[in-house]
Structure formats: structure tokens, C-alpha cells
């Protein structure tokens, strides 16, 4: 048959004339009766009409709506199931949908530069010399520089405020391909000395603080205390290195500050970034960095660690921001890719169940002409029904899962923000609703349209066990069981790790500590004095407090994410290219700090007041520190100096260690000590007094309420300083872990939806198979079987599955624990612990979802189970 | 049907080529078609209105034939219908290829 595209639009006419098309037949077939009254009668009206009508109509469609029609009725008719069918593939879609939109956007998705295909990131940080020696010697990469991000003040516009910024090379926007929105890009030469005070904001800063005007360009405003011109206005969405930079400036190169150059100050050891230039390729840009990395080497003014960054090797940019959260993301992935297997493996093992009881309806569909094509037919667009049901409710749901998947990712990742549920993650539900409709529908269509209709219409349908769908059953049960155990070890890992996390001693108290930071300008503290005078005075109005118990002031809190550090030179140890000058966590606190935050004095004194501007310079070490550099002998009274000064300082005395960094106790690449100064003596990058301090303050009751104090406080003693952040110690604390803490609520609600499914799963085979066996189990009881009997009887069928399920699920967990050994702290990838805790877990809810039926089956009166059907 | 035993049930798939056959005469309305196939067979080929009426509408459908109300011979309102090109043609083709199968069953009917 040819199906021509006129007859097709004949078709469409047929179709909407059918009323008039039926009129015209009926005149028709009276015209032709009349005329042949004579004849004997032949031929059926009433089959003429509906062949004809067929003819016009679409009868795909209409079976399909008829389908439709009768699938919405039969899910409407078992409220129950629908819910729960439709709830658990919700829960499955909605998970994926959020997972797919954060995997779209941060791993899959090409980054949002110009061709970001040839963007690279040379591992391992620069000094400034390592930037302007890469310019001059490459050829096959434009490379650029960044640092991370760091807070500035702006002040000028509106009340002081304190922003992340970026220091970056003048060619950082040009490598990356961006164009600003209004204004320019840094021009060449714009990090040069005298040329550098320029910036370029974020959009979301210039909309919030300058009214999104395009007159900002050229206007003057204040950072750091330092005048810079406004020159451009980056577009929206833009976020990098961070997402929370708001501002960019220009990186100072300047050969002729020599310790500024080639030194680490203000973070001037920084990632570079590169462009891949058009025909290089890969190999040669690594043969390069080695080379330039060298030649680098050899032109330091100080010793430097033998091989410095020789090791560097090139990553695409894309992998480096991204970074260890890919690993993160991939275990979501799959977890959320489990559930989503658990729910269909349920639905599937549900229809079969109703497959079974609902034989005598479709052998009577059957016996009435349906064929077997047009059963599976019928069965699927009910599957596909429900699957549409959990798919709209699962796209609803994709909203809150994606809100809580964010949560377990940290919140700095660039992006991140503009992960949202779009057209694609709609598609993409689309495709998943009828991948599952026909995953779970296709084998339990087939198995009720396999009947055999004399025996079921004779009625001795309820009782036949057909062996196959029976024992496929059971299969699924075991499958899920399977996935259960993988997730279940997966979130049983992770909650054990966060009790590791928890119970960490990390060598401080920060009950009722809190915490404001306050951060005047670099330049308030070029005289020493008066910014010494500003905390004494802070400090002595926040003792006065009610309520107030001890107070301090140091220039970080333990992880709060700053980690100042120092070169330092130790006595009697020369540097050497193989002994570096070590770099050491450099805390700068007031007398009171230690016992406030009840860090012990372990030999020698702690700081007193005494300890002053004018006194000798006093050091403490933490124990690691002494341990490392004066094994087996005692450190007070020997000397260290900070690289680059001339005086050297005394250990005063050692204090136990402290978790400044991670509450894991690990510390950046690089560091290799902790020590304490006292505030009045201290110093930080470029030899100045931190200016940025964090007043600690611990209460006798609860602190929330003293906090507005304390910072009123504050703002009072000098409006032109910004306060920060007001935080109490324990929430920053369970805040640097606050997204460890999310991955694993994440993974154990997956974890736990998974099991309760695997048990309304159990549950369901295990009462099905009873009502199945009702005869036999009269049978068996007639001839004596007692209760126990029946009980072991029907238990013993399930638990086989269950057993089997897992034994392959401790299999596949170890691959799973594996996959997430990455974020896992003091706990074993096959903790035999948790391993043997989910076992038993699983197995005592296994007993449990099936022992009801089974008792029930026990409590059967044989003669009426005998009378069944 | 087919009780008869002077009519004959007609094969299916042939229908479709009787009708357009009995058209290439002129137009005829339904009850026409029937009588011709009727008369022409020697009352052998009887076609009811429950396969007729569709097969109709089959060939409408597909555009081998075309319809026209118009006056039957007693003045009544009837359908006539018509042979189209594209029927013509349809019927050339079918009637080819029914010799050559009836050449084919007539072969193994007589010698296997």
C-alpha cells in the first residue's frame, strides 16, 4: 500500500467528516436495501458501518486513547498501588533529574569560554617571575595568571564592605575568551608598576552597589585603601577562579621588588592557566612547562626546594575546576541511579503480582478477540501511565532534590549557581519516564499475556504458579536487594566516617566561642601602635560585657578557611636546596587566646601581657612542630626567625596541636609547622601588623544573644571598619564539614528509600505467594503441618532471594565503597563493621517484611483454604 | 455468508479489483456494482453491503475512485460512483499480477 501524502490528507478529511461521511452511508445502505427487497437477505448493517468507520478513523489513535482511557481507570481502581508505584518512581526520576542537571552543568557541559577544548591548568602555583618567564618562553600556550580569591575592602561606596577578589594577569579575560559586558578588559601592560590601579567588577556587584550604571566606568573607587579606576564590567554568569570573586585586579609585576617577584607574598604564588595557541598540541605545551619550569628554577635568588614544580603536569581546565567534586558528583550519580533501578525493580514486581490475579480479566479481554499484541499493548500503556504520573511528580520533586544535592557540594564550586531544572532536564525526564515505563512494564505485560484460556477461565486460575514469572519474581526481590546492600554499605561508610569527623579531638573547645571579624584597612595598621590600641580597647570593652567570660583576638580562627603562613628560618638548620626554608602556619593571638580556647601549655609558658612591642620576641610551637624539628630534645629556649627578618625569636613554649586547616587535621601541600606570636609582636606577608582580626569571645550561657552586642560594639569603636561575619565557634566548626554532612544525609535517604522499597517488595512477593499456595498450604496443614511448619515454609522461599541478593550486594558494594574511598575519613573501604551491620540490618528486615504474611498464612483455617476458588 | 451453494465467498484482496473492474463501464451506484458482479459471474460472485460498503471507502480512501450524489433511475437520491485515474491504473497493475497468480495455482493444480 502506498501511504502518499494525499492520501493521508484525505485521510485527515475522512476523518474529521466522519459524522457526515456516517449519515451519507446509512442514506447509502437504506438506497440499496430498498432496491433489493426481492434479494435474500445478505450482508450485516451493522458490520458495515464499523469497517467503514474504521476506513476513516485512526485506529492507532483511537486504540491507543482507549488504551488510555482504560489504564487511567484500572490505576485509579487500586489507589494504592498507583500511590506507591507512583511515589517510589517519583522519587527515582526526581533524584536523576536534579543529578542530571549538576553533572550537565559541571561536568559534561563545556565550560562557558571561548573554546574551552584548549584550556588547560598548569598544576601546582607560580611566583610572579614563573608568569613572565612563561610569556617569554612559550610557544605553543598564551598563559595567564590568577590568584584565588581573597577578601578586599571597598570603601567609598556606600558602607565599608569586605569582597572576594581576585588578583589576576592583565591578560587572564583575553585567554579565557570572555568579553567584558560594558567598558574593556585589562589592556597589556596594565600590571605594570604605576599603570596596576585599575579593576573590573562582577556584574553581580555592579548591579548591587552601583545600580547596574554604565557611568561606573572610569569612576574611582577605594580597595584595599588603594584609588582604582573602574575600566570594565564582566558579564553575568561569569564566575572564576570562585564563584563568589566579585572584582578583579591587575597582578603587580614589578622584577624590581625582588622578595615580591619571586616570593610568596599575598598569594602571590598562584595557579597558572593557559591557551593551547592554534596547531600546538598537548605534548608540546608539557615539554614546555618542564623547560620553563627549569629555567625557572635556576634564576631564584634563594634556595628553593630541589625540583620545584618540576613535577607540574597539565590538566584541562575544566577537570581543575571541578576538581575532587567529580568524584563526588560520580557516586550521587550512581546512588541516585540505584534508587531509580530499586523503584522500577519494585513497580515491575508489583505488576507482576497484579498481572497474576488480574488473568481472569484479561483472559476474558482474550476470549473476546483481543490479541496478544493488543494485551501487551494495553498492559504497557498502563506502565507507561504510571511511569508519566511518577515522571511530572518526579520533575516537581527535582526542585527540592536539587536544592538538597547542592548542599553536599561546595559552595564556592563556580557554576554551581547556575544549575537550575531547564528544558534539557525535562527532556532528559522525558526520555527516563519511558525508559522505565518500559523497563518495568515490558516483562510483566508479557507474562499476563501469556494465558492459557481454558484453564484460567475454568477457574483454576489463582491457584497456578506459573514457574518462570514466579521465580523472575523472586529475581527481582534479590536484585533489589542487591542495590540495597550497595547503598546501604555506602551511607553505613559515610556515617561512620562523620562519626569519625565528629569525635576528632581538634585540639581546641569551641563550646560557646564566638566569633566576629573585623577587617580595617591594611594601611589603618602601618602604624603599628594605633592598630594595637584598637584591639585593646575592643577587647576591653567586649570583657565588659554581661555575660562575657573571656575575651581575645587572633588573626584566624581554626577552620575558617584562612590559613595565614610565613617562610621561617630555624636556628642551627641552614637552607639548602634539600632543607628549604620550611613555610609554617603563623598565628598572630593576644594573651588570653589559649585559654579561651583551652589549648594546653605543653612545656615552657604560654603568652602573658608582659609579652609586648617592646619585649623580646616570644614564639610558641605546636607539638607536632617541636616533635619535627627538635626530636627527642626540648625547643623552649631556642630561636627561629621569620625569612627576610633580621631578629630572631625565642621559644617561649610548646601547646598541643591544633586542626587549623581541616577538622580531618590534614594541612595544605607545603606547610611544614605551626607556631604562635603574640599579636603586638606579629607580622604577615610584606612585614606589617595583620590588620584583619577576629575578636573571640567566650560566654557563660547561650552566645546568640550577645552577638549584636559584641558587634555594635564594634561598629561603634570605628564605623570605617567593616565587621564581618558574627559566627559562633561550634557552627563554624560543623560548618566545615557542613557538606560532608550533606553528601551523607543525601546518600542515606537514597539508602533508605532504597530499603523501604526492597521491603514493600518482600512484603508483596512473599503475600502474594501465600494467596498463590492457599491450596497447598490447606493441603499441607490437613496432613499435619503445624504453624512453625507453614511460617519456615514461606519464609524459607523469600529468604533464599534475599540471601542471594546479598551475597551479590556485598560483592558490588566493595566496588561501590571503592568508587567513594575518596570521601571517606578514618574508616575503611570494607569496614568489616559496617559490611557485617548491614547484613544483619537487611536480613532482620527481610524477616520482618516477610514473617507478617507469613504468620498470616499460618493462621489460615485449613477447610476454608481448601474451598478457595 | 457462503450457506449458498450458488454463491461463493470471494477471495479475499480480490474485492478491491472486481469493484474498480465493474466501474471501468461507467459510474454505478453501490446496489449497481453488486448486480453487475452479480449478472457478469452468473450469480457465483455474491457481494453483501458488510464487505462491499467498506471496500468503498477503502478505495476512496486510496483515491482510485471518486463519489457524486446524483439521480438513480427512480428518481431517488444515489451514490455513483466513479473510476479515477489513479484506479485505472491501480486496476492494471492488480489485474497482472491476479493473472499471474492464478497462472501460478492453476500450474501446480494441474501437475504437482
Known sequence: MTLSLARFCRHLLFFSRRDRLEQELAEEIEFHRALKQDDPAMGNITVAREESREVWSFMAIEHFWQDLKYASRMLRRSPGFTALAGLSLALGIGGNAAMFSLVNTLLIRPLPFHQPDRLIRITSVYPVAGLVLFQQESRAMDVAQVSSARDYNLTGQGEAVRLAGSAVSANLFSVLGVPVEIGRAFAPGDDRPGSDSSVILSHALWTSRFNADPQVIGRVVTIDNVDRTVVGVMPAGFSYPAARVQMWIPKRVDPSKVVAYYGEVDGAFSPLIARLRDGATLAQARGEIRAITAHLDSQFPWPMPRNFNLDARVISLQEDMVGDVRRKLLVLLASVGIVLLVACTNVASLLLARATTRRKEIALRASLGAGRFRIVRQLLTESLLLAFTGGVAGLLLAFAALSIFRSALPINLPGLAEVAIDVRVAGFVALLTLATGLAFGIAPALSASQIDLAQTMRGGGQRATRGFWARFRGWLIAAEVTLTVVLLVGAGLLTRSLQALVDIDPGFRPERILTVRIAPNQSFCKERARCIALYDELLRRARQVPGVLDVAAANTVPLDGQFPNQPMDIEDRPHTADFPAPMFWAGAITADYLPLMRIPVLAGRGFSEADSATTAGAVLLSESTARRYWAGLNPVGRHLRIAGETRWRTIVGVVGDVHQSSLSGGVPPGIGGAMYMPYSQSVQAGNELPAAMNLLVRTTGDPAPIAQQIRALAVEQNPNVPVGRVEAMESIVSGSISDFRSTMGVLLSFAITALVLAAIGIYGLVSHSVIQRTYEIGVRMALGASKPNIVGLIMGQSMRFVAGGVVAGVGAAVAFARLMSSLLYGVAATDPVTFAGVIVFLFGIAAMASSAPAWRAAQMDPLKSLRVD | ?112
Open chain 2, 1 to 112: 455468508m457462503g450457506a449458498n451453494n450458488k454463491a461463493i465467498e470471494i477471495l479475499p484482496g480480490t474485492l478491491d479489483l472486481l469493484i474498480l473492474r465493474a466501474l471501468v463501464g461507467g459510474p454505478r451506484h453501490g446496489y449497481g456494482i453488486a448486480q453487475r458482479l452479480r449478472q457478469v459471474s452468473d450469480e457465483v460472485l455474491q457481494v453483501g453491503e458488510s464487505s462491499l460498503y467498506p471496500a468503498l471507502q477503502r478505495l476512496l480512501l486510496n483515491g482510485w475512485v471518486r463519489a457524486e450524489w446524483g439521480a438513480s433511475d427512480n428518481n431517488r437520491r444515489a451514490r455513483y460512483y466513479t473510476i479515477t485515474a489513479a484506479g485505472r491504473k491501480q486496476l492494471a497493475s492488480e489485474c497482472a499480477e491476479f493473472a499471474r497468480m492464478m497462472g501460478a495455482i492453476q500450474k501446480v493444480l494441474e501437475t504437482a
